[in-house]
């Protein structure tokens, strides 16, 4: 890349290079010729040109037409590069494409996003559940919250929602929490308000079980329900 290509580059407009490329390239498997070398094809891309030449690629790299040419050709074979088809009026050509390249780049951000709120999910219902229990937790009830969310799949919102439902019944331990877990799952329960729609039927049905006389004595706004009871 020499002066001249930089002062006109300047001149008619800079490239815009996403950001996603910049930050996580190594992430993926490239290095700095190769990230270069796709910027390069991006910027032919942005100014219309759709299938540099060689030539034309190594008159911006410190790499000779050959280089160039091996190159692309090993971007291609690792899946950051394609070439597509296109048709014009019955007129055929070829097209370099970049979109395994931003594929790539989208699956690892959105990967290290999820990661990340899993993360800070995970260390919200650690400190919850002290918060609840008042006690740091024992290395098994670490191990069972982890469990929840990654063999289980249950949301942090359902775990949640698990853990108010054994404080309001005073039942505040793991194993009941778990069987509240393991009833919504078996229930098809995924939201709050499905798994408040369920706890309010078994409790309507429970308080019909207990007879007309106790129905008839307040209830507390939200009843004790044994779900260690469950049959």
């Not at 990230?35 to 008159?59: E, R």
Request: charged residues 25%.
């Amino acid at each position: 890349m020499d002066m001249r290509f930089m002062l006109n580059l300047i001149a008619n407009g800079s490239v815009n290079v996403p950001s996603l490329l910049l930050e996580h390239y190594p992430e993926i498997g490239l290095n700095e010729q190769e990230c270069m070398m796709l910027i390069q094809v991006h910027s032919f891309l942005s100014k219309g040109d759709d299938f540099p030449t060689f030539d034309n690629l190594a008159d911006r790299m410190t790499l000779d037409e050959t280089a160039c040419a091996d190159l692309l050709r090993r971007l291609i074979q690792r899946g950051y590069l394609s070439i597509v088809q296109k048709s014009d009026n019955d007129f055929y050509s070829e097209s370099y494409s970049l979109q395994p390249l931003w594929e790539k780049l989208l699956r690892t951000s959105y990967g290290k996003t999820v990661e990340t709120t899993s993360k800070n999910n995970e260390n919200t219902l650690y400190t919850l559940f002290e918060t609840e229990f008042g006690r740091p937790l024992s290395p098994i009830e670490c191990e069972t919250l982890a469990m929840w969310m990654d063999q289980d799949r249950h949301s942090p919102m359902l775990i949640k929602g698990a853990l108010r439902e054994a404080v309001v019944s005073g039942k505040l331990n793991f194993r009941y929490i778990d069987r509240i877990l393991f009833e919504w799952k078996k229930n098809g329960i995924r939201t709050l308000d499905q798994a408040k729609t369920h706890g309010e039927k078994i409790r309507n049905h429970q308080q019909r079980s207990t007879g007309g006389s106790r129905a008839q004595q307040s209830a507390p706004e939200m009843p004790s329900y044994n779900w260690l009871d469950k049959r």
